[in-house]
């Protein structure tokens, strides 16, 4: 099976939109520059392309497994 991949285009979201806050290790925010400078994208951009990628691949189980 191939492997799951999230490729960043170079193109701008434009929609509605609400605003939420989380905290990250400045490591991961070093990164996220990264690809940010690469890609020409917002840091917000990046992190919502990698929300929608990441609920559309993730997996459910039950915590009552036997």
Not at 8 to 33: C, M, W
């Amino acid at each position: 099976m191939e492997k799951p991949e999230l490729k960043v285009t170079q193109k701008r979201y434009t929609g509605e939109s609400t605003v939420i806050s989380t905290r990250l290790p400045k490591d991961l925010v070093k990164e996220l520059d990264g690809v940010a400078d690469k890609t020409g994208r917002t840091r917000n951009e990046i992190l919502q392309m990698s929300l929608e990628f990441a609920l559309r691949h993730m997996t459910i189980e039950s915590a009552d497994k036997a």
